[in-house]
Structure formats: C-alpha cells, structure tokens
C-alpha cells in the first residue's frame, strides 16, 4: 500500500481569550477532537488559506498547521509532544488547562 | 523604598491608556497583528504555550506588602490562583486574557508598578542585588542606581527598537548576587583611591546560545557620567549590533567580534561628543531619589538576640533553617531571611495567592514593610528582627515556605520549559521537582553543601544553566526530551561558563548522574571545600566518570 | 505621501531626486551616492539641498556636509530597526540645524520616538497612511504625555519638572520666612 500523505489540523489561539483553539471546519474548537482533519494536499492548503484569513479577521492569533495520527476512536492525536501538551495543559499542574476537565469528565 | 511622585503616576497611567488604545487599534485594524506584536511585547505579554503570559517588572526585586498583595489579588481576580517568580526579578502570569490586560496594567499602576519593557528589543527591567541596602559588606546601595535607570530607561524613544533584548543589572558589592558579568551591561558600585564613590562598568556578557562573560569597559566612572556614557554605549549598539541574525544580535557578539577595545573606542568617542551634563540628572534630583533608601530607623538591638539562641536550643528544625536560610545584616540584632520558593518537589519560583498575601502580612508585621525577588526566584525579608526570626518561621511552615534549603542543592532555577513555555524544546520543571525529591533529605542536603543546580527547557537559558554549578539544557532529540549536563558555571564575582559533560540524557538518567557527580564530589572534597571549588581544583576529567555510568 | 509634522499634515516643498533626474528644483533630495558628485552644483544653482541616506549611513560620511545641507532623510527599512533613531540624535548632538525627515516604515505609535530624537517631518506611504491616518499619528504621540530623558526633544521632561517644583517650592519657603 502507498504511503499515506499525512494527517493535519488547524490550531491556533483565541485572539482576545488566549485560549488554544482548533479549526472545526465551521469554526474554532476549543476541543481539539473537534478537529477537521486535512487529509491531502489540497485539504491542507485549505487549513492554510483559513488559518491566513481568520488571523487576517484578527479572531485568532498565531494559527499553524499540526501534524496528527488518529486515535483508537478515529479522533485526532498530535504527533509532537509540544502539540500533545497543548491539547491538554502543564504536565505538571493537571489541575489546569484543557485536561483539567478532562479529568473531571474521568475521561483523561 | 521609593514612591512615585505625580510625574511617575501620570507617566504609567499614560502607559496604561496607550496600551488600552494600542488593543482596541488592533482589534480595530489599525495595527496589523506584525505591528501590534512587538507593542504588546514591549508591555510584558506573551503568547504562550496554553495562554497569554504578562511579565510584570519588580524593579531591582524591591517589593512593599502592598504591591505583594495586589499581585496575589491579580492571581487570585485574572489568573489562577498563583504567580511565577522568575530569574530577572519579574513575576508572570501564565492563564491571562489580552482583553483584561488593560484592567491588570491599571491595578498595577495604583501600586507604582509596571510591566513596561518586561519583553522586546529594549532594556529590560533593571534588576540589582536583592540584598541592596542591607548586605554587611556594600559600598552603596544599588537601588538608587537602578531606580535612576528604570526611569531614564522607560519609553526611551531612542532605544526602544534595538537589535535585541538588553538586559542590565547593578551590584554595590564585591560579592555579586546581582550576575552583572553575564548582563549586557554590569554595573558595580565602586570606591576609587580618592575614597570617590564612581561605577565599574562591564559590558557584552550574557547567556542563551553563546554564552559570553562581559568585558570591563570602564573600572571607573564618575556618578554624574553614568546617563551619558550609557546613552554612548547603547547607541554604539544600536547602530553597530547584527540585525542580520537574531542568533547574533546581543551586544555580547558585537563586542566580540569587533573586540572590546574597538568597542570601548567607539563609545569614548560617541561620550566625548556628548555634554554629560546635559543628559545627567541634576544633583538635587539624585538625593531626592537616594533619600528613599535611606536605612530605616532600626532599633538599637544587641548584636545577637537572646530570644533566638533560645528557639534554635529548643527547635532544631527551626536552628536548621537560620543556619541555611539567614544571612548578616549590616545591623546589630537583625537578620536578612531568605524564604524558599522551592519546597521539595514543588514548582520553582511559584507562589500562590495565599502564600503571596502571608508574605505581606510578614513583611508589613516583621520587615518593616520590605520584599526583595531574588535571581535564584526566591523572596527575601530583608529587614527582620532575630528575636522575631522564630515567629516569622512559625508563620512560613503554616504555607509551605519554610524550607531549609538557600544555596544547597535542591534550591533549584528552573525556567518554565515546554509545560507553558512556546519556545522550549523539553521540560524543566519536572526535571527540577525528581532532582529536589531525590535530594529531599535535609541532612544529606547539608552535608553536600552549597550546590546551585540551574536548567532551562532550551537554548535560550532563562534557567541559567549555564552558570549553574550543574547545568541542566532540555533539548528536542528525535522527538524526545534530552538533557545535556554542563559542571562549573559560576554567576559570581568568579564568573564562568559551564563545561558540556558529555551527550544528552533522559530526565531519569540526568537525576542518576546527579546523584553520581555529587558522591565523586563527595569522595573527594577537602574538608570544607564546595562543590564548584573541588571542581575547580580537581578538573572536569575527574567528573566524567559519573556520566559513564550512565552509559 | 503624505508627510506631517508635529502639528499635523504639511505640504512637502522638497523634490526627491533619484539616480538619475537632472537637478532642476528649488529644494532637491538627492541620494547619498549623489552628494559628492552634485551636492555642490545644486548649493551654486541657490537651491536647498537635502540628502537620502539611510539608518546605517555612517554618520562621518555626512560630517563635511552638515552645515550645508537644510535637510536630512532618513529610511526606516522595518519599524523594528531603530537605527534611524540613533543616527538622527547623533546628527543633532554634532549640531545638524536643518530639517530631519523619517521615511520608510514607521508605525503612528513612533511619532513621539521619533520627535524625541530629533525628527522634524515623516513622511508616510499611502496604504500604511489608509490604515493610519495622520490623525492617528498625532493622537498616538499624545498618548503619553511626559518624558524621563534629559537633551531630547520629548514631551514635559520629569526631570525638569521636578526641579521647577522644587524651585518654586524654595521660592515659596524664602516668601514666607520673616526677613532677619
């Protein structure tokens, strides 16, 4: 089987909130599990063209594209560390960030 | 410590209104998001890994009870509960909005504070020895100096837009706890042959990816040059520093690739064009400043308090602290206190609301009103009392700040590293948290001594590793958190710059070669001898043994 | 291009010259690879001469001409390369009279910066003038309304200020102590 292209999505912060955010593919996520997936060339040029406009509408800041592989459930994991802490707060503090309701939910 | 006056108010008022504008421009479309970066930049906020991160300035690490509680209230109101002492004498903020940042910027301003120039290409908070004005051995308080240069530093309209961050730092002490020889620009308060008071000025040390140790460009200058002869010295830099690399655009590598007597050439010639008197602050305006740090009217205590020799006799945990964690005070019958941020397996350098709110009711009840944020991201009660040292401990161990452990090995400097930071490439917190539990025994903790361990999550070295006695660098190594050890860094009056070890580590193995180099230490030490010194006298061949264990 | 000064926008007497334009103009800006060659012509001619140069030009080169030119235009390749800054505040402390221009790229938010360190005019380019208007330029230089740096041209210097209060406060205390 020929390789597979990889797998991205948009991340970037909320503007005026600060808060890591994801490219849904109507809007910005703050679950990165919500995540549209680009799964080829021209997808991902899309996430690009979007992530310019939406910086460019000053509702994001700092928007870049985030490789991924998919989860047992089908949903997105980041393959850099740095991404993966991202999607869920200091490893150190677990009571904060996005894996702190994670963890309320039992679901981390 | 210093007030503003009504010029100093409406100033950072004006700097609050601005940046309040300079928000509603971007969002407006005024300012582009290009545009606006380095603005916000320039006012202390980042964008961080999870959040926007404020940078607030303590300038010189002097802080009133008043200012620690409005710091806790901003914690406690914006943040989460708890604020982030770094090693420049700043405190920040990890979980903030960009739209209450005016908001923060205005309490601030109630308090005389600021976060003007906490990031950007211009000169950063002044940060002086947090022993400034109470140390046994100075020649001059320092904060004068620094208050002098905060102000005439603040919105210079003409090094505002550098090639690189600028950083300075002043010391009145032969012992520099202030690290002038790896600032841009150190400056010593000095005594000349006449008995003259003058400044012995270094420039072009620094750390990040090549570490430097400054060069001294002036072993003394008069007081009333100082302004002058710095404008002389920042605007040869800015005219002459890269801005073709940002690797290579510290004053450190335009005094090193031009050499310090080109350099110092250059600036003697742009001084000379300069009238000193013109740029310098008149006298009067120089004692109305210094008149802030007068002593305090300390009272007439014996130079050792009864009351305290009895507590260390009747509470050896209490007796273990003082012999660690106080220092000399100038004087007789007080103490200078250090309060660890560094509790076993904690965070470096954080404290929390409440912890923040205790330390100002301390400082109001038992220090006459003082804070000091130290470059090892401790607090200092500078002005206590011995006989009240006991009451003061007492109060600390009820929050978690007592521990036994300034200047020893599980004092540790950490950076954020990449648990909050965008720009690091492995942790450094839990690298810090494994090393201080490993170490946690107090009395082991004793007996290896003075040992400052210092890591940072990348090559920009805001850990300072470099210059720690043990250096800690996480890397990115195909995909994985590497740590590259260094053995012999020194911030001091005997500044040096760590020695590599060898190739990078895992965190667990970086915690076991610690363990090993401290036994080869101990194994080997004359009696009384510290760790940096047995380095030095043994080489660093001798150390090498501990990394091939871990092989 | 619009071009303002400390009080708004101006019209520009002055004709930028490049390479190659013949030296027909009553105030002319020429490139600074022009200023040896043409400089005196133009001063013979009985027209102003102004020279472009830009934040890295050394300030010797400009030395012999100091008192001959009426004006000096300074580039700004970026708003984050503060060069021009320096240059224009070493022009001024060697006693440059004439005019000095900022062009380039230069944000409303430098205005104040640029005044302080000796700039007369900017000039400013039409897109970045769409999204800043010259109103908003003076507005932003109005924002912070005082100044630490003693021999710059900023707003209220604190410096000098404080030492006024303290000389009316003296004046206050002579006033009112009985004569002996």
New interface residues.
């Given amino acids: 089987m020929a390789r597979q292209d990889a797998l991205y999505i948009l991340t970037a912060n909320d503007l005026l909130e600060g808060d890591v955010v994801f490219w849904s593919g109507a809007g910005w996520a703050r679950d990165h599990r919500a995540a549209q997936i680009a799964r080829n060339a021209d997808e991902t040029t899309a996430l690009d063209a979007i992530g310019a406009a939406e910086k460019a509408a000053r509702r994001i800041i700092d928007p870049y594209r985030v490789e991924v592989t998919l989860g047992a459930d089908g949903t997105p994991v980041p393959v850099r560390f740095r991404e993966r802490l991202r999607t869920l707060g200091p490893t150190v503090r677990l009571d904060l960030g996005k894996q702190a309701a994670l963890r309320a939910n039992s679901l981390l | 410590m210093y007030r503003y ?1 009504e ?2 108010h ?2 950072v008022q ?2 609050v ?2 940046f309040r ?2 928000v509603e ?3 407006g ?5 290009e ?1 606006f970066r ?2 916000r930049l320039m006012n202390g906020l980042y ?1 961080q ?4 991160m404020l940078r607030v300035a303590i300038p010189y690490g002097t802080l009133s009870a008043r200012q620690m509680r409005t710091l806790a209230d901003i914690a406690e109101t914006y943040d ?1 509960g708890y604020g982030h002492f770094t090693t420049r004498q700043n405190i920040q903020y990890n ?5 209450d940042v005016p908001d923060i910027l205005q309490e601030l301003a109630d308090v005389e504070m600021h976060a003007i120039q906490t990031s950007g ?1 211009c000169i950063r908070n002044i940060t002086a020895d947090p022993f400034s004005g109470v140390a046994a051995d100075e020649v001059e308080d320092p904060r004068p100096t620094a208050e002098l240069l905060r ?2 530093s ?9 090639p690189r961050k600028f950083k300075i730092a002043v010391t009145g002490c032969r012992d520099d706890r202030a690290a002038i020889a790896v600032h841009d620009i150190g400056i010593r308060v000095v005594r000349n042959e006449a008995g003259e008071i003058g400044y012995e000025v270094w420039v072009g040390g620094g750390q990040g990816r090549t570490p430097m140790i400054a060069k001294k460009i002036r072993a003394f200058l008069p007081k009333k040059a100082l ?1 002058a002869y710095l404008e002389a010295m920042m ?1 040869v830099y ?2 002459y520093g890269r ?1 073709d690399n940002k690797y290579k655009a510290r004053i450190k590598i335009l005094v090193h690739e031009v050499g310090i007597e080109e350099y110092a050439r250059r600036v003697e010639e ?1 001084f000379a ?3 000193a008197s ?5 006298a ?2 120089i004692v ?1 400043i210094e008149a802030y740090f007068e002593p305090p009217a300390y009272d007439r205590l014996p130079a050792r308090a009864a009351a305290l020799e009895n507590a260390k006799k009747n509470d050896p945990a209490f007796a273990n602290w003082v012999s660690i964690n106080v220092g000399a005070h100038k004087a007789p019958g007080y103490a200078i206190a250090t309060v660890s941020l560094k509790p076993i397996g904690g ?1 470096p350098g954080d404290a929390t609301t409440d912890q923040m709110r205790l330390l100002a009711d301390i400082a109001e009840r038992f220090s006459l009103d003082e804070l000091r944020v130290t470059i090892e991201q401790n607090i200092v009660l500078p002005q206590v009392r011995q006989d009240d040292l006991y009451a003061v401990w007492k109060l600390l161990a009820a929050v978690d700040l007592a521990t036994a452990n300034a200047g020893l090995i599980t004092d540790i400097i950490s950076c954020p590293g ?3 930071c965008s720009l ?1 490439t492995a ?1 450094s ?2 690298v810090a ?1 494994a090393i201080s539990r490993r170490f946690a025994d107090a009395e082991r903790q004793r007996l290896i001594g003075p040992l400052a361990i210092k890591i940072s999550g990348c090559i920009n070295a805001c850990g300072h590793h470099h210059v720690g006695h043990i250096g800690i660098l996480g890397l ?1 190594k195909g ?1 994985e ?1 590497s740590y590259q050890i260094t053995l012999g860094g020194d911030p001091t009056e005997n500044a040096a710059i760590g020695e590599r070890l060898g190739p990078g580590l895992t965190a667990d193995q970086t915690v076991d070669t610690i363990e090993r180099l401290v036994a080869v230490y101990l194994a080997k030490r004359k009696p009384g001898e510290t760790f940096v010194a047995a380095y030095r006298r043994l080489g660093h061949d001798h150390f090498k043994e501990a990394l091939n264990a871990a092989a | 291009m619009p071009l303002l000064d400390r009080t708004g926008a101006i019209t520009d007497p002055w004709v930028r010259l490049d390479e190659t334009a013949p030296l027909a103009a009553r105030q002319v800006i020429v490139p600074l690879t022009r200023l040896e060659p043409d400089g005196a012509a133009v001063l013979t001619s009985g027209a102003k001469l102004g020279v472009a140069v830009g934040g890295d030009t050394g300030f010797e080169l400009l030395r012999p001409w100091l008192d001959r030119l009426s004006l000096i235009a300074i580039n700004f390749p970026s708003f984050t390369d503060g060069r021009g800054f320096s240059l224009a505040r070493q022009l001024r402390v060697r006693g440059f009279k004439g005019e000095l221009r900022a062009h380039g790229y230069l944000i409303a938010d430098q205005l104040g910066f640029a005044l302080a360190t000796g700039f007369d005019t900017v000039e400013i380019d039409d897109s970045l003038a769409a999204r800043q208007p010259v109103a908003e330029w003076l507005a932003a230089a109005k924002t912070i309304s005082l100044s630490y740096q003693r021999d710059y041209a900023g707003p209220c210097n604190i410096l000098e200020a404080r030492r006024a209060a303290r000389a009316q406060q003296n004046t206050r205390v002579a006033q009112t102590e009985p004569a002996k």
Avoid: C, K, M
């Fill in positions: 006056d010029f100093d409406q100033f004006d700097r209104s601005q504008t300079q421009r971007h969002l479309g005024q300012l582009t998001e545009e380095p603005l964008l890994l999870h959040a926007y989460r979980w903030l909005r960009l739209r290409n102000q005439w603040s919105l210079h309209p003409e090094f505002s837009f550098l302004l605007r800015n005219l801005r742009e064009a300069l009238d013109a740029i310098a602050a008149d009067e305006e109305r965070v990449l648990d909050y690091a942790r917190i839990p948290q990115e995909g958190e």
